[in-house]
């Protein structure tokens, strides 16, 4: 997988191919350009679009310090699981996620942006 980076703006490329074609398109692509690797997938295919879509949208972060500011970042999931409750999901993230792209410190607090 790639990460496009152009004046801060971050998209990421899911390509699959020889190592020969994955540096080829590296080459022809602009900006800052990260290759990583995915270390896992999960879960099982669903046949079809559930119906209502359970998207989430999470703002996670760690409280402000003396030290440092408030940190904290948002994610995107496209469907949750419709049996998670809110308290699993929280359980699942709190203190497993890291509170933004910059430091290690862990999340300590977790909320929904709006529910779908």
């Known amino acids: ?3 496009q980076n152009i004046n801060g703006v971050i998209t990421t490329v ?3 191919g020889s190592e020969a074609d994955i540096q080829a398109l590296i080459g ?3 900006g800052e ?3 990583y690797e995915l270390k896992g997938q999960g ?3 669903v046949a079809q679009l559930p119906n209502p879509v359970n998207k989430k949208v999470i703002i996670l972060g760690k409280k402000a310090t003396q030290t440092t500011g408030r940190l904290s970042t948002q994610i995107s999931i496209p469907h949750v699981k419709p049996a998670k ?3 699993e999901i ?3 993230i709190r203190s497993k996620f890291t509170a933004n792209y910059d430091v290690a410190d862990k999340a300590d607090y977790v909320s929904l942006k709006f529910d779908k």
């Open 1 to 3: 997988m790639l990460k």
């Open 14 to 16: 899911q390509a699959n």
């Open 28 to 30: 022809i692509m602009a």
């Open 33 to 35: 350009i990260t290759e």
């Open 43 to 45: 879960g099982t295919e």
């Open 85 to 87: 409750t809110f308290n």
């Open 90 to 92: 929280s359980a699942d």
